[in-house]
Structures are given as structure tokens and as C-alpha cells.
Nanobody, 114 residues
Framework: VQLQASGGGLVQPGGSLRLSCAASGSIFSINAMAWYRQAPGKQRELVAEITRGGSTIVSDSVKGRFTISRDNAKNTVYLEMNSLKPQDTAVYYC?????????WGQGTLVTVSS
């Protein structure tokens, strides 16, 4: 499975961004897709996940502000980010996993600053 992430950029505090992650390859093998982020000097952390069945998990740190969704026709997962805070600044990575594998996208930088 190959993943292509896009949508990062510079946004002011309180603003919004939408990240996209397009999957290609063995789509049928994907059990879930997720967004992680890694801020400078910190470990990579899970932001949100959506399973094949549509169940979602959202980190407490972004709950109520971020929403994960998918478009099956486009094999794409989205992360809608609202009310962004400076502490949301990080490189955001798309992940897809299935039986015996975990694939990562290239990362997209989100900078929240005035």
C-alpha cells in the first residue's frame, strides 16, 4: 500500500486545515488508516484512526476539534482540523495497516503560528 499525504501549511491560531491521504495498491488489505503527528523533540503520537468498518478513534488532545473521515470511492482519508492551536504544530503522517504490514506516507508539515 502506498500513501500520498497532502494539505499541510501555515495557519493562524484558531484556523482550519484539511489533510488528505490517498491510498493506492492493495487497498482491499487495509484494516484501518490513521493520522499520526510528530512535533519537534517529541515522539510520534496517534491523532485519529478510522477502521474498515468506519469506527473512529480520536486522541483526547484533539477531540472536538479534529475529525477523521474517508471517501471510499477515492480511497482517501481526511483529517479535518479546526480551532488549531500552536501546540498542534507538527509533521503529520498518514498510516495504513493490515495483516502483517504498516505503511507510512511521507508526512506533511502543519505550522500554527501568528
Amino acid at each position: 500500500v502506498q500513501l500520498q499525504a497532502s494539505g499541510g501549511g501555515l495557519v493562524q491560531p484558531g484556523g482550519s486545515l484539511r489533510l488528505s491521504c490517498a491510498a493506492s495498491g492493495s487497498i482491499f488489505s487495509i484494516n484501518a488508516m490513521a493520522w499520526y503527528r510528530q512535533a519537534p523533540g517529541k515522539q510520534r503520537e496517534l491523532v485519529a484512526e478510522i477502521t474498515r468498518g468506519g469506527s473512529t478513534i480520536v486522541s483526547d488532545s484533539v477531540k472536538g476539534r479534529f475529525t477523521i473521515s474517508r471517501d471510499n470511492a477515492k480511497n482517501t482519508v481526511y483529517l479535518e482540523m479546526n480551532s488549531l492551536k500552536p501546540q498542534d504544530t507538527a509533521v503529520y503522517y498518514c498510516n495504513a495497516y493490515g495483516l502483517g504490514y504498516s505503511s507510512w506516507g511521507q508526512g506533511t508539515l502543519v505550522t500554527v503560528s501568528s
